[in-house]
């Protein structure tokens, strides 16, 4: 086995069509939402079901956003942003 993780993986990435890149960036966003999601309850210092109260939601539904498993709605972003004085933003794409 040679080459480098990187290499390894350009190589891989190249052999992937399409519907693998769209995958990838849906489960990025997916990444990206659980993280800021759980960093911003834990600066509030609430539990998965304190949240999920706040919200009116289920606990595991917090805990699918959190694990990046689900890809959450609008209005239950909107309920969770609400419950941690926070807000829900479009930014641009880094280039």
């Given amino acids: 086995m ?8 350009a190589d891989r990435m190249a052999r992937m ?5 769209a995958q990838r960036e849906v489960l990025e966003r997916n990444y990206d939402i659980a993280t800021q999601v759980m960093d911003l309850r834990l600066q509030h210092g609430l ?3 304190e949240l999920a109260e706040l919200c009116g939601m289920g606990q ?3 805990s699918r956003i959190e694990r990046g498993s689900t890809s959450p709605t ?3 972003l909107q ?4 419950a941690l004085d926070a807000e829900v933003r479009l930014v641009p794409k880094a280039s």
């Fill in 47 to 49: 539990t998965q079901a």
């Fill in 60 to 62: 595991p539904d917090i």
């Fill in 79 to 82: 309920k969770v942003a609400a």
């Fill in 74 to 76: 609008t209005v239950s």
């Fill in 17 to 21: 069509g399409p519907e693998a890149d």
């Fill in 2 to 9: 040679g080459g480098s993780y990187d290499d390894i993986m």
